[in-house]
Structure formats: C-alpha cells, structure tokens
C-alpha cells in the first residue's frame, strides 16, 4: 500500500506541473485557425537546368522547407501542386511582404572577378565559386567591432576558393548577394583552409543586414528560381469560428463519455472519468511543451485519443467484472483484470502508433499533425489506463471482499461464493501486501 501511496503522489506532482505549463506555455495553432499567408510558387528553367523535373521540383521543396525553418518559421505546409508549382501556407504571417522575404529569395552568393567582354569592356564575371560551395556561414565581429560575415568553405569549396585568391593576388574579388554587390576586396595573397568574411565598406553591415545574410545562405540557395504566381491572406475569422465549434464539440463529447461511464461503470466509471481528465491536461501540456502545432486535424486526432483512452478502462473495467463474478476478492480481481486487459490494449494501441509513424512519414504537414497529435495521445492514454485507473482503484477499493457490488455495476447475484485463496496469496506477495 505504500508504494501505491508514493505513487499516488507522483501522480498529483504530474498533474501540478502539468497544469503550470497548460496556463502559463502559449498554444501554438496552425494557419486554418490563426490565419496566414498562402503562396503559389512557379519553379522556372535555367541555362544549366533546361527542363523541371520531379527531382528539381523535390530539391526546391526541400531548399524552401529548410530555409523557412531555419528562419524560425515552424509548421509551414510546403507541397507540390502539378508538374513545377509549389503551395506554400505560414501561419501566424499575414503580411504578404515578410511572408515573401521568408522564401522569395534567391540566397545567392557568387563570387566574380572581373574580364573584358567582347567590347574590351572590364565587367564582373562569374568565377564558379558560389553559395553552393558554403558549407556554414557564422555572424561575427572584426578588430573595430563591426559585423561581418564569416564564411567556412565545404571541401570543394575550399580548393575552389584557394585557386581563385591564388590567380587574384594583386587584384579585386568582388562577392555579390543576390545580385548586389556587398564588397570588392584587394586579394593580396592567395588564402587556403576555406574560410573567409564578407565585410561591407562605410559603416560596415548592421546586425539585421548580417544576421538576415547568415540565416539565408545556411537556408541554402534554390536550386532554380522560382516567381511567386499567387498570393493571399488567410484571415483569422474562419479560424475563430472553427475553434469555437471545436470546443463546444470537444466538451459535449468529452462530458458525454464521462456522463456514461459513470452510469455504467459507477465508482470505476468516476475513477476513469479522473483518469481522463488528468490525461487530457498531461497531453495539453505535451502539446505545449514540445510545442506541437495545433491545426482542426491536430484537434481530430486528439478528440479520437480521447475515445481511444476510454476504450482501454472499458476493457480493464469488464475484466475485473468477471474476475468478481468468479467470486475473487477485490485485489485479485483488479489485477487480474488488468493483466489480462492489457495485452488487448497494448497491441490495438501499437497499431495505431505504427500507423501514425507511417502517417507522419509519408504525409502532408497537416497528416503529419494529425498523426502526431493521435500518436501522442495513444502513449499517455496507456499511462492513464494502466497507472493512473489502477494505482486509485487500490487506493479506493483496497483488498478486501466487494462488500456492495452496485459500486461497480453488479447485481448481488452475479457474484460468485468463493475464490481462489491461493491465487488470492500469490498476488497479494507479488505486490508485498500483508494479511
């Protein structure tokens, strides 16, 4: 009984933290709720690339995915949608402007030197050292304090840019950022090990021009360009409404699985009711914490989770019935009744989790939400069905014989004369339990 009281704690600190991180974390919520900005982009043909591809059109879905995340924007749905356009949601954006600046750029670093032309006319010329050859950029300071740059070749980057320095010697490098000139410096001696800074003449770069170059080349660059064909804003309206009606279904299902396991079930049915309530701010929390965000399929998966947590202590709840109506004592019959209930929970509830693992690996950012919101609710639904119901059961019922069997929904009759003493002795030793 100790353990079980020690447990019991264990359980009321969960549920305090939980609590805390439920008020104090903000809920993160998709664009169908908060609104957004919605992008259409159109992938476009190059010198070097005549044709698109599905392969030129996967590695600009993922060129977009990753810059858009590594510029803090998390939760994005980039998709395919035809032969060579890409949808594009961000929620919480609903300034077309910033939402083009997050995946409307190019990123393009080049570095050039300068030739004549068919003219005799010096211009810049591409050298073929470009973003591509980056392997990270890192914002930092010179000796005067200024921001500057600095640049960490991969490999064939590093031999590239050793080559160059080494044919400049004497000469400008002029490094240009999609398609401007940031700085043309003096070469003066070939520099080999693959690093080198972008520094900008005058009053040097300010922390935001910095900081914004930094973020973008290790966003990457495209690899083709890409015209943006359609844009809008998704307004937050539709999104309250949605949310409303969420709640209000929410509540009215949630306080309709209760209401019958009350009637059903009686002291276990209030016991699981409990359960529930303490899984659904365990999960909420989890939600927050991680953060997951929060779309209508997010809040499907989690609603189906609840029915899901509500289906395991009916299994639990109707092996323990017939453990009593065999005539076992209350101790023996709770376990009994879970031991045997919970091979039936664990394989449904594996299922569901390895289906949600496909979902999410193979799905849309809105399947993926789906998929994890259920996911995450499966898990804490075993531990409120296996820990949460069981540890108050003891707690309430103790180990003696089922003095009132309307507590758990028996008739009188339906309880059987006797039971096994020693089985019963078994159990008892198996959790430490003293006569």
């Not at 300034?95 to 995946?103: H, V």
């Not at 972008?198 to 009053?203: A, E, L, Y």
């Not at 016991?271 to 909420?284: G, T």
């Amino acid at each position: 009984m100790k353990n079980k009281i020690i447990m019991f704690w264990v359980i009321i600190a969960i549920v305090l933290v939980s609590g805390y991180l439920v008020v104090k974390k903000p809920t993160k919520l998709g664009l169908d709720l908060v609104g957004g900005s919605r992008l259409i982009l159109e992938a476009e043909t190059t010198a070097n690339i005549a044709k698109i591809t599905p392969d030129v059109m996967q590695r600009l879905q993922y060129a977009i995915e990753s810059r858009v995340n590594k510029l803090g924007v998390s939760e994005t749905v980039v998709q395919q949608v035809g032969d060579k356009r890409l949808l594009i949601e961000i929620p919480d954006v609903t300034d077309l402007t910033e939402a083009k600046s997050f995946i409307g750029e190019t990123a393009q670093l080049e570095f050039k030197k300068k030739a004549k032309n068919a003219n005799g006319v010096e211009e810049w010329v591409s050298t073929g050292l470009t973003g591509q050859d980056l392997s990270k950029s890192t914002l930092t300071t010179d000796a005067s304090g200024q921001w500057v740059v600095s640049l960490e070749f991969n490999s064939a980057g590093a031999k590239k840019f050793g080559e160059l320095t080494e044919e400049l010697v004497g000469q400008s490098m002029a490094i240009f950022f999609d398609g401007d000139l940031i700085s043309d410096p003096r070469v003066n001696e070939p520099i080999y090990g693959g690093n080198a800074q972008i520094t900008s003449g005058g009053t040097g770069f300010s922390y935001e021009e910095a900081n914004r170059m930094v973020n973008l080349l290790n966003a990457g660059a495209l690899p083709v360009p890409a015209k943006i064909v359609e844009e809008n804003t998704v307004g937050p309206t539709l999104g309250a409404d949605s949310i409303a009606k969420s709640k209000t279904a929410g509540i009215i299902g949630l306080s309709a699985v209760m209401i019958f396991m009350l009637l059903y079930y009686r002291v276990p049915g209030l016991i699981a009711d409990i359960a529930l309530i303490i899984y659904s701010v365990i999960l909420f929390a989890l939600f927050k914490t991680i953060p997951v965000t929060l779309t209508l399929a997010g809040i499907a998966g989690f609603i189906l989770s609840i029915g899901m947590a509500v289906d395991a202590n009916i299994l639990i709840f109707e092996r323990t019935k017939e453990e009593l109506r065999e005539g076992r004592n209350l101790f023996t019959a709770i376990n009994s009744g879970f031991d045997r209930a919970f091979t039936s929970i664990f394989d449904s509830n594996m299922t569901t989790i390895i289906t949600c693992i496909i979902l999410y690996m193979l799905g849309t950012s809105i399947v993926k939400g789906f998929a994890l919101t259920l996911a995450l609710g499966v898990i804490v639904s075993m531990f409120s069905a296996i820990t949460v119901t069981k540890n108050f059961m003891h707690l309430i019922f103790g180990t003696g014989e089922l003095k009132h069997p309307g507590t758990f929904g028996l008739r009188q009759d339906e309880i059987g004369k006797g039971y096994d003493a020693v089985e019963t002795k078994r159990e008892k030793a198996r959790f430490g339990i003293l006569d």
